[in-house]
C-alpha cells in the first residue's frame, strides 16, 4: 500500500499502478532502508536517472523522515516519481505482493539493524532483520519473472579479525560480533543464490561510510554533533569509548554510486568500496574540533558505556576491483567529509538555538 493522506487504499493503489502504467518507459528501483543515510542518496541519485523510485518503509508511530523531506515535501516528485510503501522485513507475504506488483528491474536492499554495538544488546533480532531478512527477500527473487537486480548492503564487519590486510572480496568472513556474523550470513547467501539460481545477485561489501546524514549514534556524527553544540554552548562534554579505535572511512554519497554502478555491470558479483585508509577516532576530534578552534582533550571523557565488548582491528578496505570493474573511487577526502559534517552541524545547532523560547 502506497503509504496514504486518508484516501482509500484500494484507490491509493489503483492511481499507484496508473502513473506505474503511464511512465512505463521508466525503470522502477525499490529501495529497502530508504529513510537512512544510503536510502536518501541513493533515492535521490536514481530519481536523477530517470527511475520510478519505491522505498519500502517500516511501520511506525514515527512518521517524521528528515532525510526524505525534501523529496516528499516535492508534489513533483512524491507519488509522482517517488512511492513510498509500508512493509517489514518479518513480513515476507507484504513484502512478495509489493514486489509483485511493483516488478522491479532493480531492487536494493539497504535495510536492517545497523548499529554494531547494540547488536551484543539485542543479537535475536539483529539476526532476525539482517540475516533472515535478506534471505526472505532473496526468496521472493527467486520466484520474480522477470527476475529485478539485486544488491545487498554488506559490510566490512564481515571480515572481524581479518587474516590478510587490506581485505577484498576473497578475504575469509571471521566476525567477532553478532552484526558481523549476521552480514556474513546474508552475504553468503546473496552468493549462493546467484550461483545457485543464477540470480544477478550482489554485494557491495561497504566500509564504514559518513556524511551529515549519517545517524547521530555512529561515532563520527556523534564528535561533529558535540563539537558544534559545544561550540554553541549547548553541552559541555563527550563521553565516547576507544577513541585509539581505527576505521577505513569514505564518503556515503561516493559509495551509494557504487551501488548503482554495482547494478548496472555486465554480470552479478561482489564488490568492495572503501578508501583504502585507516583514521582514529582521535583523528575525527582533531580535525572536527580544530575546524571550531577548540580544544578536544578539554571536552572528551571515557565513558565505559561506549566500550565495545568486541571490536575490529585493521578493518581497510582494497576497492581495487571496483575500481577496475565500475571505473570507481571516492571522489571526497577524508578532511573535507569532516569539515561538511561539522558545518552542517553548526547550522543545524544554530538553528536550534535560534527556536529555543525566548530567544
Ligand atoms: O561509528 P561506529 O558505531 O561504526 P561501526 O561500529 O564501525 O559500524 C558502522 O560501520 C560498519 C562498516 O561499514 C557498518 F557495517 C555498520 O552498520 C555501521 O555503519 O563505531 C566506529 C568505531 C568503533 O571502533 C567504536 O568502538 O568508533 C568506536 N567508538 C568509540 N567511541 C564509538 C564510540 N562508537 C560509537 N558508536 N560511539 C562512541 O561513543
Known amino acids: 500500500m502506497d503509504i496514504g493522506d486518508g484516501k482509500g487504499a484500494a484507490i491509493q493503489h489503483w492511481?499507484?499502478?496508473q502513473r506505474m502504467g503511464s511512465k512505463n518507459n521508466s525503470k522502477r528501483a525499490v529501495i529497502t532502508g530508504i529513510t537512512g543515510q544510503d536510502g536518501s542518496y541513493l533515492a535521490e541519485l536514481l530519481l536523477a536517472e530517470g527511475y520510478?523510485?519505491?522505498g519500502i518503509v517500516r511501520r511506525s508511530s514515527r512518521t517524521v523522515r528528515p532525510r526524505l523531506d525534501h523529496l516528499t515535501c516535492d508534489d513533483s516528485v512524491y507519488r509522482q516519481r517517488l512511492f513510498l510503501h509500508y512493509a517489514d522485513l518479518e513480513d515476507l507475504t507484504t513484502l512478495r505482493r509489493l514486489l509483485v506488483d511493483i516488478q522491479p528491474h532493480e531492487v536494493y536492499h539497504l535495510a536492517g539493524q545497523s548499529h554494531v554495538g547494540v547488536s551484543f544488546e539485542i543479537p535475536e533480532s539483529t539476526c532476525d532483520f539482517t540475516a533472515m531478512g535478506t534471505l526472505r527477500l532473496l526468496e521472493v527473487m527467486r520466484d520474480l519473472r522477470p527476475s529485478p537486480r539485486f544488491l545487498h548492503t554488506s559490510s566490512s564487519e564481515i571480515f572481524g579479525h581479518?587474516?590478510?590486510v587490506p581485505q577484498h572480496e576473497e578475504t575469509p568472513h571471521v566476525p567477532i560480533t553478532p552484526y558481523g556474523a549476521a552480514k556474513s550470513f546474508a552475504t553468503n547467501m546473496v552468493r549462493i543464490y546467484r550461483e545457485a539460481f543464477e540470480l544477478f545477485a550482489c554485494?557491495?561489501?561497504c566500509f564504514n561510510h559518513?556524511?551529515?546524514?549519517?545517524?547521530?549514534?555512529f561515532?563520527?556524527?556523534k564528535i561533529t554533533q558535540s563539537a558544534a553544540r559545544i561550540k554553541l554552548g549547548l553541552q559541555t562534554e563527550l563521553?565516547?569509548?576507544n577513541i585509539d579505535a581505527q576505521r577505513d572511512w569514505g564518503y556515503a554519497p561516493d559509495y551509494v554510486r557504487g551501488f548503482f554502478a554495482l547494478l548496472q555491470a555486465d554480470a552479478p558479483t561482489d564488490c568492495v568500496f572503501a578508501t583504502g585508509t585507516l583514521h582514529r577516532v582521535r583523528d575525527w576530534l582533531e580535525i572536527a574540533f580544530g575546524h571550531l578552534d577548540l580544544d578536544w582533550t578539554e571536552y572528551v571523557v571515557f565513558d565505559s558505556r561506549f566500550q565495545r565488548k568486541a571490536d575490529p582491528a585493521r578493518l581497510v578496505g582494497d576497492a581495487g576491483k571496483a575500481r577496475r570493474l565500475l571505473g570507481w573511487q571516492p571522489e571526497k577526502?577524508?578532511?573535507?567529509?569532516?569539515v561538511e559534517m561539522v558545518e552542517h552541524d553548526m547550522a543545524v545547532q544554530r538553528e536550534l538555538v535560534r527556536s529555543l523560547p525566548g530567544r
Open 203 to 205: 554485494n557491495a561489501i
Open 15 to 17: 492511481l499507484v499502478r
Open 52 to 54: 520510478l523510485v519505491h
Open 333 to 338: 577526502s577524508f578532511e573535507a567529509m569532516v
Open 239 to 241: 563521553p565516547l569509548g
Open 219 to 221: 561515532v563520527t556524527r
Open 162 to 164: 581479518p587474516t590478510v
Open 210 to 217: 559518513e556524511s551529515p546524514r549519517r545517524g547521530e549514534s
